[in-house]
Each structure stands twice: as structure tokens, then as C-alpha cells.
């Protein structure tokens, strides 16, 4: 509980959140905002709510997640969308800097989670 | 004969072959006294107020004899699940220390909380692009 009632987890989540609704409705925003600041968010607000998840599974307020964790599933999402999703789909596109951004999140995540949660 | 009449045959009986004293059978009919008259199932002796036959030594008490059948009951079943780990072992009792590294690695990651946490990732992942899609 502690995780998703912490405010940096909310304004990551509703500023993804925001992002992607702008998108649907196609507000004008500058590209950049649209191309990778939901890539960026990603990571950070995926692996906090697993973590709450799994904290709310084993009872405990003092887990964190390891990196070799944090980068297998980073490595995942990577493979996911930026590989798999564009094969089927034309909605998705293949960009090295939205992996580099996936692992800049979830690095940032990695060594800011005792800090903060 | 008034009193009588509120016993039955049994109780009536056994007051005369058990304790034929004046003074026992005026004291002894009353009911609340009768609580825990207990007929020994092993020799037939009546027993006042104890947990063991004072004749024969068997167990009389009602509450201590299924306080004892649930302690048995409860190690017998302690013995089988024993048992029953020691002959059927889980996948990862039987590998934990299995002689090949990998399998070792492997057993450990699919029995880790962080298996679960991946999954938890590959089920969001699958959403936002069911979702976006």
C-alpha cells in the first residue's frame, strides 16, 4: 500500500496516463512528449505496482526487487515492444532510443526504490 | 418413592448392589449429584467425581477421552504428511540439489517470489498492448 499511495508513484502513473489520453485525442503536444516520456515512465510505474503486488502476496512492507529482476523484465519489455508488437502490429514501431529508455527507468527505479518506498 | 421415580432402573439398581448405606442412598438420588456418576465400560463399576476408573484404571472422562482421540488423531496425521513428503517429494525438493549446475539455477529461479513478480510484468506488459491496441 505504501507504493501506490506514494505520491511519486500517482504523478508518474497519471502523467502516463495523461500522455496517452492526449494521445487518443490527439492534443497538441510537443512530439517528444509523445515518442518517449510514456517509454521513460513505463519502467518505473510497471515495476512499482509488481512490487506492490508481490509485497501485498507475501505480507511484507520491506522487499525490494533485485536487478537481475529489474533487468529481465526491462529486457522482457524491450523484446515485447520493440520487437514482437511491431511484427504484428503496425501501431508500434522499433526505436533504439525507446530501449535506451527503458532501462534508463528502470535503472532509476532500481536505485531509488529503498529511498523511497 | 418419589425420588425413585425420577431414576432410571440402572441407577436404581446399582444403588442398591454398589452402596447400600441409609445415608448413600438419600445423599445419592438427588440429580445435580448424579452429573458425574460414571458406569466404567470396562468393569461395570460406578465411579463419583474421577477421571479414571478407580477399579481398573479407565479412562472416564468423557472430554479427556476425546481430548486424547484428537491428539492422536492430529500426530497420526503429522506421521502421513511426513510420510507422504518423504516418498512423493515436490519438484523443488527433488532438484534443490540436483548434481547439474543448471538445473540447480533453474530449480531455484522457478521457485523464487521474483518468478512471480515476472509474471505479474508479462500480464501488465500484455495489457497495455491489448488495451492501446
Known amino acids: 500500500m505504501k507504493i501506490i499511495k506514494h505520491p511519486v508513484f500517482i504523478i508518474s502513473a497519471l502523467m502516463a496516463l495523461i500522455i496517452y489520453m492526449s494521445q487518443r485525442f490527439q492534443l497538441p503536444l ?26 501485498r502476496l507475501k505480507k511484507t512492507e520491506n522487499s525490494y526487487v533485485p536487478l537481475v529482476v529489474v533487468l529481465g523484465l526491462t529486457t522482457y519489455f524491450a523484446i515485447y515492444f520493440e520487437w514482437f508488437m511491431p511484427q504484428i502490429s503496425t501501431r508500434y514501431t522499433t526505436d533504439i532510443i525507446d530501449i535506451g529508455l527503458y532501462y534508463l527507468g528502470a535503472i532509476l527505479f532500481f536505485s531509488i526504490q529503498k529511498r523511497l518506498f | 418413592m418419589q425420588i425413585f421415580k425420577r431414576l432410571s432402573y440402572d441407577t436404581v439398581a446399582n444403588l442398591f448392589i454398589q ?28 465411579n463419583t467425581n474421577e477421571d479414571y476408573c478407580t477399579n ?66 508479462m ?10 491496441a
Not at chain 2, 538445473?103 to 521474483?114: D, G, L, T, Y
Open chain 2, 56 to 121: 481398573c484404571g479407565t479412562l472416564l472422562s468423557y472430554q479427556k477421552r476425546r481430548e486424547l482421540a484428537f491428539a492422536q488423531e492430529e500426530k497420526d496425521r503429522k506421521k502421513r504428511a511426513q510420510i507422504q513428503k518423504e516418498t512423493s517429494p515436490s519438484f523443488y525438493e527433488k532438484n534443490k540439489n540436483h548434481r547439474f549446475l543448471v538445473v540447480r539455477i533453474f530449480v531455484k529461479i522457478i521457485h523464487s517470489i521474483w518468478m512471480a513478480f515476472m509474471a505479474i510484468g
Open chain 2, 123 to 132: 500480464f501488465i506488459a500484455w495489457l497495455v498492448s491489448a488495451i492501446a
Open chain 2, 19 to 46: 452402596d447400600t448405606s441409609f445415608n448413600r442412598i438419600f445423599v445419592f438420588p438427588l440429580k445435580r449429584d448424579m452429573a458425574n456418576q460414571i458406569k466404567c465400560p470396562n468393569c461395570g463399576v460406578y
Open chain 1, 30 to 55: 510537443p512530439n517528444w512528449i509523445y515518442f518517449y516520456v510514456n517509454n521513460f515512465l513505463c519502467m518505473p510505474v510497471v515495476l512499482g505496482l509488481c512490487l506492490a503486488i508481490i509485497r
